[in-house]
């Protein structure tokens, strides 16, 4: 796990400049640096070293020397591909020269080969181009940004930007909108002007001054009902087989651990003697009991953590910091905190992350078993049922009859739906340039032919999945020079759980069926039962105390809020949720943990 930055310009001092650029990051590779000068190219690499500790040191350069590569991530099947890449004189027993060997072989082509996450930038000095890709899933991150006068850059993270004498630092308010509604920013375009994400299973060529980004990875859902238990079967092989080879390292591994099965599963697979579990002193928000008692079982060491309120609020600014975009999701502190506890003892975790949008464990997605008698009633009276539910005073209920008489076009933009386009109308200052289903139309356009459980498992792979939870991962684990490693989040495994009928996901009964009884054969504990929590945190609770409420107010009163908001409507929310007339605290902490981010930036 590392980080990578480089640009390419004619008139910068390049050994200065590209050395401020790999400083910003340093936190992602701690344990040495590297950089390629050359006529008007620079890159740079921060390294954590986890495989062949002395030989993979990088920028690395191909046998003849005419290609060099910056890379992040980790090639799980880079020893396989050794073994097809015969022509190649490897000099090292790393992963990174197999993207250089393979390279040679396939050109552009080299992504569809690659088992792993990875983000990695390949340039060619006979050619004068720069090659990067992006893993299918986009695991780690990958930006870039090109300057009127032409000089390209790219880089991990964001934030590197900052220190490279031709990038303009210029807020792009366009974005705001879909943030409030989906939470985090669920576009190649990003809060930064002209800053845009390599999108994942895409790759981007850089030549005589021009951008070329190509999609190499689509994600598909060829469903193949075979029987059930052979499906099972099949389940449990590929677990085993994905965590296998995401134990391949020469430091020690470890993993986190909640109570939900997606970790449990995890652990009881690879068995790493360490695990890490943070918690908080309300019930209902701890799962440290549960993460002890599996550990117990398996004769694993656990450690934890108790997160009080005053840790949580007052490291936000430098979450905000490292997430370079803001975010409104609770768990990220959560993430913080175990990541920086795991740190103390290993470089490398499992974690949990993707077994929900690939095996169907979203109770979202049983709308289609729990309400089939309401849905055999014809649209066009539900539909009207909703334009009449929408007009009525708020009451248990009502949001049921408006969401069954929607299209899920209209409605459906992820699991974790913050703001509406229509309450946006008003909260806003600025115009609705990009609604919400602008967004998300690409999305079900792919996949218009498909049922509903796939056009939904389809929207949360590619926004909730690889622009937040995949994204918050990767940030925290590296704040804290960890590197995150994510078994369910493969290619190998996708290819089984995307062939899973409805019926194997999603019953009245349950979630992520068929994933539960691949799991129940060897979790020793009954955590195969219980639905995953993902790191709750007691931030509804917190907002009701007097310090945080003030906090929020103080926020929510500043010039900022005042910039792009009707200020009057968030403390009457904030109001509202205080004196526990109505819950709303994700609306009011999505609007703080903007103007937190905003302050980091641009005010600071």
Not at 272 to 300: F, M, Q
Not at 305 to 318: P, R
Not at 410 to 439: A, C, F, H, M
Not at 488 to 516: G, H, I, M, Q
Request: net charge negative; charged share 25%.
């Amino acid at each position: 796990m590392c980080g990578i930055a480089g640009f390419i310009g004619l008139d910068t001092p390049k050994q200065e400049v590209i050395k401020k650029m790999a400083d910003r990051i340093a936190h992602r590779g701690p344990d040495d640096e590297g950089f390629y000068i050359h006529d008007h190219v620079a890159l740079a690499h921060r390294r954590l070293s986890i495989i062949d500790l002395e030989g993979g040191k990088q920028p690395m350069y191909s046998t003849d020397g005419h290609l060099v590569v910056v890379f992040n991530g980790e090639i799980y099947n880079y020893k396989e591909l050794k073994e097809e890449l015969t022509d190649y004189q490897f000099s090292t027993d790393s992963d990174t020269e197999v993207l250089l060997a393979g390279y040679e072989k396939w050109g552009s082509d080299l992504p569809d080969h690659l088992r792993g996450m990875f983000a990695f930038a390949i340039y060619d000095e006979n050619k004068k181009t720069l090659f990067a890709a992006r893993d299918p899933f986009g695991i780690k991150p990958f930006y870039y940004y090109q300057n009127p006068n032409g000089t390209f850059m790219f880089a991990s993270e964001i934030k590197a930007f900052l220190d490279h004498p031709d990038f303009i630092k210029e807020f792009n308010e366009k974005i705001l909108p879909g943030y409030l509604s989906f939470s985090f920013t669920p576009t190649v375009e990003t809060f930064f002007k002209n800053v845009y994400r390599l999108d994942a299973g895409h790759s981007l060529t850089f030549s005589e001054g021009l951008i070329t980004v190509q999609r190499y990875y689509h994600v598909t859902f060829p469903i193949d009902k075979k029987d059930y238990n052979d499906t099972v079967d099949k389940i449990a092989q590929v677990m085993e087989d994905s965590v296998s080879h995401h134990m391949i390292s020469d430091v020690e591994v470890g993993s986190f651990l909640s109570s939900g099965i997606d970790s449990s599963y995890l652990v009881t697979l690879a068995k790493p003697d360490k695990t890490y579990t943070v918690g908080y002193n309300i019930d209902r928000y701890n799962e440290i009991g549960y993460a002890e008692e599996l550990t117990s079982h398996l004769g694993l060491n656990n450690t934890s953590k108790m997160i009080n309120k005053e840790e949580y609020m007052n490291i936000l600014d430098k979450i905000m910091y490292h997430m370079d975009e803001p975010s409104s999701d609770p768990a990220i502190v959560s993430l913080y905190f175990v990541a920086e506890l795991a740190r103390k003892d290993v470089k490398v975790v499992l974690s949990g992350e993707g077994a929900d949008e690939f095996f169907g464990g979203y109770n979202t997605y049983r709308e289609a078993v729990d309400f089939a008698l309401y849905n055999k009633i014809p649209f066009s009276i539900r539909h009207a049922v909703a334009n009449v539910a929408k007009k009525m005073p708020a009451k248990r209920g009502l949001n049921f009859l408006v969401r069954r008489g929607e299209k899920l076009e209209d409605r459906y933009i992820g699991v974790n739906r913050v703001w509406s386009d229509q309450e946006l109308e008003s909260l806003l200052k600025i115009p609705v340039t990009l609604t919400n289903q602008e967004i998300t139309k690409p999305v079900y356009q792919e996949y218009k032919q498909e049922p509903d459980l796939v056009k939904m498992q389809a929207i949360d792979i590619y926004f909730w999945l690889m622009k937040d939870i995949l994204q918050k991962a990767d940030r925290m684990t590296m704040a804290n020079s960890l590197e995150g490693r994510v078994p369910f989040v493969d290619k190998e495994v996708f290819k089984v759980a995307s062939s899973l009928p409805f019926e194997y996901k999603v019953t009245k009964a349950n979630t992520k069926v068929a994933l539960r009884d691949a799991a129940k054969r060897v979790i020793p504990t009954e955590a195969y039962k219980k639905k995953k929590l993902g790191f709750p945190v007691p931030v509804r609770d917190w907002m009701r105390d007097d310090d945080v409420y003030n906090e929020i107010k103080r926020a929510f009163s500043t010039p900022t809020a005042d910039r792009y908001f009707d200020t009057v409507q968030l403390i009457h929310l904030l109001d509202e949720h205080k004196a526990q007339r109505s819950d709303e605290y994700r609306k009011v902490w999505n609007v703080y943990c903007f103007i937190k981010w905003y302050d980091v930036f641009f005010n600071a």
